[in-house]
């Protein structure tokens, strides 16, 4: 069994990923950190309560930061609604947040990587804020964590932000830039395979026919996404489920095939975001990362679709 602290800015595929999890038997979820990104952190913080309510766990939720390190975040809800999940629970109350505890998602990692050091993978589906931040705090958690599975990045195939950029490293470069060169031990799982795992209409159909609250819910709120893929990503024909591949490798890490490389960051205005080898990889001067760069597509869908709801 693999312990898992998942991080994640949820979200619709970050909601799927937490469902994944949760209904693994190989994975023992520790808890789940929240970040802003895809929705502001007091919504991400939400959503995950409200999905890990549904599914009847009860892993706790820490809340995380509010924003990147340097830059400023906008929201515009293209892709995950306003309030990150298809607009189904619209904004945050009062009461949502209520039993949000004390301790910051930071050092709510720091302290579990303390205790479980190389037992425990670190899975981040969303900007590596709150990992750049507990490494900046404590910087001994670098050698102790087993393992650090990042959503993010693009090495072989074009940006979905920009030309060049992912997500999820566009919104916090100088986080992901201070991680990479952190000595980390570093599985990127990026577009370059996110982008072949695909959930398509018929599949959310299936979900909606089963007839219950849970899957009808977790149909509604992926029809939002899959609606958006139509507009902005016709030529994929389905919704990529980035996040839950990550949980995927964490879970199984043969699922990939990968390669070892020095991974940089463009922190400057024209490639901001992008993924790039290290040419000059002067500290450390091995590779940093394992970048995934192929998938066995067929055993994490069947894993997915065994474990989803
Ligand atoms: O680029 C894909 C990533 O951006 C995923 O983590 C998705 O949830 C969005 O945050
Ligand atoms: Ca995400």
């Known amino acids: 069994m693999v312990k898992i602290i998942l991080d994640c800015d949820t979200g619709i595929d970050d909601a799927l990923a937490i469902?994944?999890?949760i209904n693994s038997p190989e994975i023992e979820l520790l808890g789940i950190t929240a970040c802003y990104g895809m929705a502001p952190v007091d919504y991400t913080f939400r959503n995950t309560k409200t999905i890990l309510s549904m599914l009847n766990s009860n892993v706790g939720v820490w809340r995380g930061s509010e924003k990147p390190l340097i830059l400023e975040k906008e929201y515009d809800g293209k892709i995950h609604g306003m309030d990150g999940l298809g607009n189904m629970l619209g904004s945050v109350k009062e009461y949502d947040l209520e039993d949000c505890p004390s301790t910051h998602a930071v050092d709510y990692i720091i302290e579990q990587i303390h205790k479980f050091k190389k037992e425990l993978t670190l899975v981040v589906t969303g900007p590596l804020t709150n990992l750049a931040k507990a490494v900046k705090k404590d910087p001994e958690i670098v050698q102790l964590v087993g393992r650090v599975v990042t959503m993010g990045g693009a090495l072989t195939t074009p940006g979905n932000?920009?030309?060049?950029?992912?997500?999820?490293?566009?919104?916090?470069?100088?986080?992901?830039?201070f991680v990479f060169k952190s000595d980390l031990p570093i599985t990127m799982v990026g577009l370059d395979v996110?982008?072949?795992?695909?959930?398509?209409?018929?599949?959310?159909?299936?979900?909606?026919?089963?007839?219950?609250?849970?899957?009808?819910?977790?149909?509604?709120?992926?029809?939002?996404?899959?609606?958006?893929?139509?507009?902005?990503h016709p030529y994929l024909k389905g919704c990529a489920l980035h996040d839950p591949l990550a949980v995927g490798v964490a879970k199984f890490p043969d699922l990939v095939k990968t390669i070892p490389i020095h991974i940089q960051i463009d922190t400057e205005e024209d490639g901001i975001g992008r993924t790039i080898e290290d040419l000059y990889r002067k500290t450390p001067d091995t590779p940093n990362t394992e970048v995934c760069i192929q998938v066995d597509t067929e055993k994490f869908m069947n894993d997915f679709f065994k474990c989803i709801i």
């Open 194 to 232: 996110t982008r072949k795992t695909l959930l398509t209409e018929e599949d959310v159909g299936k979900w909606r026919s089963k007839d219950t609250e849970v899957s009808g819910f977790f149909a509604d709120f992926t029809q939002f996404y899959l609606d958006a893929y139509k507009e902005l």
């Open 161 to 177: 932000v920009s030309k060049y950029a992912e997500a999820n490293y566009r919104i916090d470069p100088h986080a992901a830039d």
């Open 19 to 21: 469902g994944y999890a």
